[in-house]
T-cell receptor, first 111, second 114 residues
Framework: GENVEQHPSTLSVQEGDSAVIKCTYS??????FPWYKQELGKRPQLIID?????GEKKDQRIAVTLNKTAKHFSLHITETQPEDSAVYFC??????????FGKGTMLLVSP | EAQVTQNPRYLITVTGKKLTVTCSQN?????MSWYRQDPGLGLRQIYY???????DKGDVPEGYKVSRKEKRNFPLILESPSPNQTSLYFC?????????????FGDGTRLSIL
């Protein structure tokens, strides 16, 4: 089955800095790659997603890049703010099959 | 309001006592799934359903059952719960068009099996 590795497990940045979280996947047939943000005690919420026919997608301060050849995708957050502090999960899926998540990255943005 | 509703939100029970966690969505979504979240392990998919009467195993299905008799409901059944099933459970749904789409998660059910 699919295996998704996520790094780093924790990331501390100063407010205003950029943050990058990286994920690799094992199944070259995977074609859908979402990112979720989970605040403490809350449910995961989709923040951005990308499909395999696109190399990059941006939404305000958040961007995701996908390298199909290398089988990795990354989340980029610019101008970080304290409210960006949360756990971020990447995931990969193909067709209607299972959605496999990475183990998560705890992002801490210090004022 | 579009939402995924899980019940109960919290449950403490004992080993071997059958329990059901209900999940209902009001968005007419085809795809529904169950996940468990454990510290350091992220979210792991238990079962998923592509439509009514169509279910399939995820990555960690052992000890769980599901059913999809109606499009809006997808209950998770633990026939004989054990302590290693103590976890935070999330139900999710998505509107699929040929592929998995954005998952809308419920608020979670914290289950403790003593």
């Amino acid at each position: 089955g699919e295996n998704v590795e996520q790094h780093p497990s924790t990331l501390s940045v100063q407010e205003g800095d950029s943050a990058v979280i990286k994920c690799t996947y094992s199944d070259s047939a995977s074609n859908y790659f979402p990112w979720y943000k989970q605040e403490l005690g809350k449910r995961p919420q989709l923040i951005i997603d990308i499909r395999s026919n696109v190399g990059e997608k941006k939404d305000q301060r958040i961007a995701v890049t996908l390298n199909k050849t290398a089988k990795h995708f990354s989340l980029h957050i610019t101008e970080t703010q304290p409210e960006d502090s949360a756990v971020y999960f990447c995931a990969a899926s193909k067709g209607y099959s299972t959605l496999t998540f990475g183990k998560g990255t705890m992002l801490l943005v210090s004022p | 309001e579009a939402q995924v509703t899980q019940n109960p939100r919290y449950l403490i029970t004992v080993t071997g006592k059958k329990l059901t966690v209900t999940c209902s969505q009001n968005m007419n979504h085809e795809y529904m799934s169950w996940y468990r979240q454990d510290p350091g392990l992220g979210l792991r998919q238990i079962y998923y359903s592509m439509n009514v009467e169509v279910t399939d195993k995820g990555d960690v299905p052992e000890g769980y059952k599901v059913s999809r008799k109606e499009k809006r409901n997808f209950p998770l059944i633990l026939e004989s719960p054990s302590p290693n099933q103590t976890s935070l459970y999330f139900c999710a749904s998505s509107l699929t068009v040929g592929t998995a789409g954005p998952q809308h998660f419920g608020d979670g059910t914290r289950l403790s099996i003593l």
